[in-house]
């Protein structure tokens, strides 16, 4: 078992928002992606957030990873308010604390599976040799030992995705945001990647997944929707509720 | 036709969104072009300022002269004069007196031979007066481009031998030299050999003694005996071709017979003054020519970064491959030909700076006119730059298929393993600057080209300026050494477009790398990196390659500067050379820093997204 799920403690929020908003734009031309957002993640939950296109929810992922700053709001990670960090004390923190998994993989191209999984280590200053031994376990976790040498170009949509899942873990994060993992992988893929995100929630990782596939949202143990900015629904998922939705879903098929 | 006007269109349209790169990349072309037609327009020009010298003075074909001799002996005017009586001689004047004298003017002091003239023009060597008069008594003429190196006017009052004379006139002459490739006529150089008696001790033999015309009055006031005198002679041959055999045949290695010098050979020594130049100038548009190169490469490669996707609408709108070609040929054909126009208008312009062969000859290269061979040579240099840089991105554009250039992943990143793995071990900036510089080796190679470049040129210039502050200053006078001057600024423009060029080539190397590595570079900050990490790692992108270029340059100059000057080897001090390499990659390092920053500071989330827009 994944040595990230192994960590698996309950206490305060992971993550937590207070009125985040995001705009874009100005004058007439003003878009808001996210208007007064509020949030909080425990330690070892899964939350998916669903909605249709283009209503803030990769923006609500960039703004909890730190990839981009609020116009208004809070966003705090593990009781450390991180809006107004430094770019510098951003990325360190990222390094540590925060996983990303993409919807376009977003592999290096010229890198192997390996060493796509190693970078985040080798960034954090890990020895190259701890770097790759951590990278081949988690490589063996996802199930690609034997793809471990191959470019991205030679790997399937899902496995590149389970790539880029192992590069989330190298640093053993606080939390994972996948956003629409399952977006660019076909159906068997999709399964592959779905079962690998359910495993990672039965081991305690905190996890925010941006979906529209209903079948990931049936794995969290809570569902917010969102329309225009907002959050207008969210449900709380039991443990045996997933498990029965996920199989309704087809997982296991 | 139609299809004509689409290309020149097209290749308009791009041209006026990119104005700012259609300028950078005219200026490389321009740099290079400009000093090809330099080169070219000195090639053959020298002769031209002698003969019209020659024409206007009638300039002698034959100078003789004779000297005293070391024991006493008076020199052998007998000798002289009978020159005037060997067939084949039309004309003569002559002979007159020469004597060696110290002039001093404002604490300054020079050696000078003095020619007793009549004021009376005379059948052969009449000095072209250019400023003032001819000789009179108590004032002298002085060779015009003497004047120019000891700072003399007419009016001023210049001491020779402890005599004062006012100088009413500056002239020039085809029967010498200009100054200071002056011969000595007065007995100087003769090394360890005692001066005659009477005769003031012998010039510096590396003096380069100035020349000055006085009347034959004026000159025995100088304090030298008449057996003390020396005598020149000029004869006009009904041949002149014939003069060097003429020359040949009534020489004689004694001391005491006629010393002979044909007008070819003054015309050699005026050639000379300019033969170092043309050929820093041919050297220097070379190097340029090679950086231009560099230059649209880089820029044409980067240009293919940013625009593959407009590549692939064309192409999805019924561009034929040959037609993507066309256009991007047209486009940097039409700035290489307005590149070659501007070289030729600037090195035009600008030959008669670099070529005047100074004060002591009439007319200049900047007569010279810009021949047909000349124009083609620089066009087709021009156009040959641009074609060679453009054909293979444009053969790559025409060849991307549509889907892949639309998506913009057509070109993926080359992968070095061992440089992967070595890089592993470094420290992170380090890191990913080898793996951004190992991503597209072909552009890395550009970078380590230009630099080799830049550093071979400044080596040899180095190598060139060791060797002109040897002969800056001529002899023991003090004076400066007006060829030395002109070639050390020749050396100067030189250095300063290369250091010129080679700057704006890191600058759009490092701005192509930014562009083409932004994707990588938001996915290793999304995955921790800092943006610092990630600006030193562009930058070391381009150092890395920069030192290497720094090194291999250094040997590169030394070779071509002993290619250029074989007679010479090069000698540049280790000081010197160790101060290249330091500054190199400093000089890198500060010209990527801003394209690198700014490229490290782009929104990550913006252009992550932008991948699946």
Not at chain 2, 274 to 286: D, I, P
Request: charged share 15%; hydrophobic share 50%.
């Amino acid at each position: 078992m994944m040595q990230a799920i192994n960590s698996q403690v309950h206490g305060g929020p992971v993550v937590r928002t207070r009125g985040l908003e995001k705009h874009f734009g100005q004058g007439p031309g003003l878009v808001r992606a996210l208007d007064g957002v509020d949030l909080e993640v425990a330690r070892g939950e899964t939350v998916a957030v669903m909605g249709p296109s283009g209503c803030g929810k990769s923006t609500l992922l960039h703004l909890l990873g730190g990839l981009e700053r609020p116009s208004a709001g809070e966003v705090w990670l593990e009781g450390r308010r991180i809006d107004r960090l430094s770019e510098r004390s951003l990325a360190r923190l990222r390094r540590h604390a925060v996983g990303f998994v993409f919807q376009a993989f977003h592999l290096m191209e010229e890198l192997t599976a390996v060493e796509n999984v190693e970078l985040p280590a080798l960034l954090a200053g890990r020895s190259p040799r701890a770097a790759r031994r951590r990278a081949m376990e988690l490589l063996d976790q996802v199930g690609l030992t034997d793809r471990a040498e191959h470019l991205p170009s030679a790997l399937s949509g899902g496995e590149r995705q389970r790539v880029a899942i192992a590069r989330a873990l190298s640093n053993e994060p606080l939390v994972v945001f996948a956003d629409e993992p399952t977006g660019n992988l076909d159906s068997g893929a999709t399964r592959d990647v779905l079962r690998l995100l359910d495993r990672l929630r039965a081991g305690g990782q905190t996890l925010v997944i941006v979906t529209h596939d209903s079948r990931i949202a049936a794995t969290a143990d809570r569902l917010v929707s969102m329309r225009d900015g907002v959050f207008v629904e969210e449900t709380k998922l039991t443990h045996g509720t997933s498990r029965h939705l996920g199989e309704l879903a087809g997982l296991e098929g | 036709m139609g299809r004509l006007v689409l290309i020149c269109r097209l290749a308009a349209r791009d041209l006026r969104r990119r104005p700012g790169e259609a300028v950078l990349l005219l200026l490389a072309i321009v740099a290079a072009t400009t000093t090809l037609t330099l080169g070219l327009l000195l090639h053959g020009v020298t002769s031209h300022p002698y003969d019209t010298t020659r024409a206007q003075t009638a300039g002698p074909d034959v100078v003789a002269n004779v000297t005293p001799l070391p024991s006493g002996q008076p020199a052998d005017l007998a000798a002289l004069r009978a020159l005037t009586r060997v067939h084949g001689v039309s004309k003569y004047s002559g002979p007159y007196p020469f004597v060696q004298a110290v002039a001093r003017r404002d604490g300054h002091e020079a050696a000078v031979q003095v020619e007793g003239r009549d004021s009376a023009p005379a059948a052969v060597d009449r000095p072209k007066v250019t400023e003032g008069s001819w000789v009179r008594g108590g004032g002298i003429v002085v060779e015009r481009s003497f004047a120019d190196a000891f700072d003399l006017h007419t009016g001023d009052l210049v001491t020779l031998n402890g005599r004062s004379f006012r100088v009413v006139g500056l002239a020039v002459t085809a029967a010498m030299s200009p100054y200071p490739a002056t011969f000595c006529l007065t007995p100087c150089g003769l090394g360890t050999l005692p001066p005659p008696k009477g005769a003031p001790p012998p010039l510096d033999p590396e003096a380069h003694p100035g020349l000055i015309w006085m009347t034959p009055a004026d000159l025995g006031s100088l304090g030298s005996q008449p057996s003390a005198m020396s005598y020149i002679l000029n004869l006009k041959l009904a041949d002149p071709a014939a003069a060097p055999a003429f020359a040949n045949d009534h020489s004689s290695a004694s001391f005491s017979a006629p010393s002979l010098e044909a007008w070819q050979g003054l015309s050699r020594d005026d050639a000379n003054l300019v033969r170092n130049e043309q050929r820093a100038l041919l050297t220097g548009s070379l190097l340029l020519s090679l950086l231009a190169l560099a230059s649209i490469g880089v820029l044409v490669g980067g240009r293919m970064a940013d625009q593959i996707r407009r590549v692939g609408l064309l192409k999805a709108v019924g561009g034929t491959p040959r037609l993507i070609a066309a256009v991007l040929l047209a486009e940097y054909m039409a700035l290489a030909l307005i590149a070659a126009a501007l070289g030729l208008a600037i090195g035009w312009v600008a030959a008669p700076l670099l070529t005047s062969p100074g004060a002591g000859l009439i007319g200049s290269a900047g007569s010279a006119r810009i021949t047909t061979s000349t124009v083609e040579v620089v066009v087709a240099v021009a156009l040959a730059v641009a074609a060679v840089a453009t054909f293979v991105p444009a053969l790559r554009a025409s060849r991307t298929s549509t889907v892949l250039a639309l998506a913009d992943s057509a070109r993926p990143p080359r992968r070095m393993h061992w440089l992967i793995v070595v890089s592993a071990r470094l420290p992170v900036p380090l890191m990913l600057g080898l793996r951004v510089a190992a991503r597209r080796p072909r552009r890395t190679a550009l970078c380590v080209l230009s630099v080799a470049i830049t550093v071979t040129g400044i080596i040899a210039v180095l190598a060139a300026h060791v060797q002109l502050s040897a002969q800056q200053v001529v002899g023991s006078s003090g004076l400066s050494n007006p060829r030395a001057d002109r070639l050390n600024q020749v050396l100067l423009v030189i250095t300063v477009m290369l250091i010129a060029l080679a700057a704006v080539n890191a600058v759009f190397i490092t701005w192509a790398t930014v562009l083409d590595a932004r994707h990588s570079s938001a996915l290793e900050r999304a995955l921790g990196a800092t943006p610092h990490e990630v600006s030193a790692g562009l930058s070391a992108a381009q150092v890395l390659p920069a030192l290497a270029g720094a090194i291999l340059g250094i040997p590169g100059g030394i070779l071509l500067f002993n290619a250029v000057s074989p007679t010479r080897s090069a000698h540049v001090p280790p000081g010197w050379i160790v101060a290249v390499l330091v500054a190199t990659p400093v000089v890198i390092a500060l010209l990527t820093a801003i394209p690198a920053r700014l490229g490290a500071r782009r929104p990550v989330a913006e252009i992550l997204q932008a991948e699946l827009a």
